[in-house]
């Protein structure tokens, strides 16, 4: 029994040390940022963002491989099936913790087959309306719903979106019937939305801010649980009686799992560089967006809690499946 525990002791000995070795070593080749998504959105601008300073720091290029199609899911199992080595990594999104409870028998588990790195940058959804609809807030945009039930609508990227859970949570946590109108993609539901097809749509702030600024939509609240600083101004659902109300776009960095704890430890850090720098805070301001950098525990209890709010208002909503 000694013996047994003495190999076992030697064995893993020599495993930290192997692991601390492979950290010191990385990377002596580039390293790819798998996107499930396409290229020219916002998700990808912030892996370009991203990947670009954080070559400075790795000495090698960080290249951007975009995998879009599946409703995230065939990019996501690319990194799930990759070798834990770090040069294959996944830049993850809300869908990352959506699409598991609308999609049975995925590819993947998304706890077991990935070590989370760090969250990048949260980004909040703002409530726009077009200006025909007449409520100047929040609390005359609900009692406007209550007076007349499924008389408003709104639209959506798409069923089991971002945008459209936030706006079931929105029914749910307001109390009305706000009704969903799904569109293939978000520029469509906003030019609908402009042109008074739809009357609200519960968008990103980096495409809806220009919108705003001109005059072509009203903003009431953001989504997240502290205001924005592109829309000072605009308050926060949980500001204005729907306590609690949280729902943000975000972007953060995982890896496929068994990547060694120590690897995992020296990507965060260069990553955490490139969030905490003075120009990438800057820039993430601009466009709406709040930088976070966390560490890889942190990221995970963040996933749990996305997976476990729209999980509950999936099932309540009854939504079935993706579009």
Request: glycine share 8%; charged share 20%; net charge positive.
């Amino acid at each position: 029994m000694n013996l047994r525990r003495a190999c076992f002791a030697v064995a893993a000995s020599w495993f930290l040390i192997a692991s601390a070795a492979v950290a010191q070593s990385f990377p002596s080749k580039p390293v790819r940022f798998i996107l499930a998504d396409g290229a020219g959105g916002p998700t990808d601008l912030r892996a370009r963002q991203i990947g670009a300073k954080l070559a400075e720091f790795l000495g090698q290029p960080v290249v951007i491989d975009n995998r879009p199609g599946g409703s995230t899911i065939i990019g996501t199992d690319v990194v799930a099936k990759s070798a834990p080595n770090g040069y294959t990594l996944l830049v993850t999104t809300a869908p990352f913790a959506i699409v598991p409870s609308l999609i049975d028998n995925l590819p993947y588990d998304p706890v077991k087959d990935f070590e989370p790195i760090t969250l990048i940058n949260t980004t909040p959804l703002v409530v726009v309306v077009n200006l025909s609809v007449p409520a100047k807030s929040i609390q005359e945009l609900i009692a406007l719903a209550k007076a007349k039930p499924a008389a408003l609508n709104f639209g959506s990227a798409g069923s089991g979106g971002s945008n459209h859970l936030a706006g079931e949570l929105f029914n749910v946590m307001a109390g009305v019937r706000i009704v969903h109108i799904p569109y293939k993609g978000n520029a469509p539901a906003l030019t609908d939305l402009i042109g008074g097809h739809v009357d609200l749509v519960f968008n990103g702030i980096p495409s809806a801010l220009p919108l705003i600024k001109a005059g072509k939509l009203r903003a009431l609240a953001v989504t997240s649980l502290t205001r924005s600083g592109a829309l000072p101004d605009i308050p926060t659902l949980d500001e204005v009686g729907l306590k609690g109300f949280q729902a943000v776009a975000w972007n953060g960095l995982s890896a496929p799992a068994r990547t060694p704890k120590d690897l995992i430890r020296k990507i965060n850090a260069d990553v955490l560089k490139v969030i905490r720098s003075p120009e990438f805070v800057e820039r993430l301001s601009a466009e709406g967006a709040d930088p976070v950098g966390d560490s890889p525990e942190q990221f995970a209890a963040f996933l749990r809690e996305e997976t476990a709010r729209w999980n509950k208002v999936i099932k309540f909503a009854d939504i079935k499946g993706l579009q």
